[in-house]
């Protein structure tokens, strides 16, 4: 089974600094997809940036960008120039590669990031 | 587009009764998930179903059940509530495997 665990419940960073998110999961498996989900006080769960594990670069979504390190299984979020509007609960969350059954999500306990002006 | 559509946002159950959460979508995807969200946690599968007709068991399957009658209805069904329930329920979709989910904007119910 996997597991993901993300060590920081709470974070907060100034307007316009960089915040970056740790996430590490545990897998026996080669092949696989991660994702880093924001969560708003509206409850609505959006995607931020995905990331194919078998794809050495790093993904980029504007402002966001990962870490990703296969070998230590680490898959880090970093946000720059950070905005009000970046306050949320951050989720990182794994999926197994497209040969297994189903693709269901393995969450990880969450980050709260709240953004100061 | 309405992708998918979650009914009701809210609700109050007593312990013991029962209740179904609705769940639609429109974009014909195959894939349907119903995930629980406790407060302060990360979101587990309940159900999923691969297609009409198939559903399996996620990782807290106990006290919930699920059909898939057509591809853009998957219902989750609550028999006699208890409050270890009380969660927000998420439901979603994906067109194949290793696609990008498209979330319902949840379902908050409280047992007492």
């Known amino acids: 089974a996997q597991t993901v665990t993300q060590s920081q419940p709470e974070m907060s960073v100034q307007e316009a600094e960089t915040v970056t998110l740790s996430c590490t999961y545990d897998?026996?498996?080669?092949?696989?997809?991660l994702f880093w989900y924001k969560q708003p006080p509206s409850r609505q769960m959006i995607l931020v940036i995905r990331?194919?594990?078998?794809?050495?670069q790093n993904a980029t979504e504007n402002r966001f960008s990962v870490n990703f390190q296969k070998a230590a299984k680490s898959f880090s979020l970093k946000i720059s120039d950070s905005q009000l509007g970046d306050t949320a609960m951050y989720f990182c969350?794994?999926?197994?590669?497209?040969?297994?059954?189903?693709?269901?999500?393995?969450f990880g306990g969450g980050t709260r990031l709240m953004v100061k002006p | 587009n309405a992708g998918v559509t979650q009914t009701p946002k809210f609700r109050i159950l007593k312990i013991g009764q029962s209740m179904t959460l609705q769940c639609t979508q429109d974009?014909?995807?195959?894939?349907m998930y119903w995930y629980r969200q406790d407060p302060g946690m990360g979101l587990k599968l309940i159900y999923y179903?691969?297609?009409?007709?198939?559903?399996d068991k996620g990782e807290v399957p106990n006290g919930y059940n699920v059909s898939r009658s057509t591809t853009e209805d998957f219902p989750l069904r609550l028999e006699l509530a208890a409050p270890s329930q009380t969660s927000v329920y998420f439901c979603?979709?994906?067109?194949?495997?290793?696609?990008?989910?498209?979330f319902g904007s949840g379902t908050r119910l409280t047992v007492v």
């Open positions: 897998t026996s498996e080669s092949n696989y997809y």
């Open positions: 974009m014909n995807h195959n894939y």
């Open positions: 179903s691969v297609g009409a007709g198939i559903t």
């Open positions: 979603a979709s994906t067109r194949d495997r290793a696609d990008v989910y498209t």
């Open positions: 969350a794994f999926m197994r590669g497209i040969n297994n059954a189903g693709n269901m999500l393995t």
């Open positions: 990331q194919e594990a078998y794809k050495q």
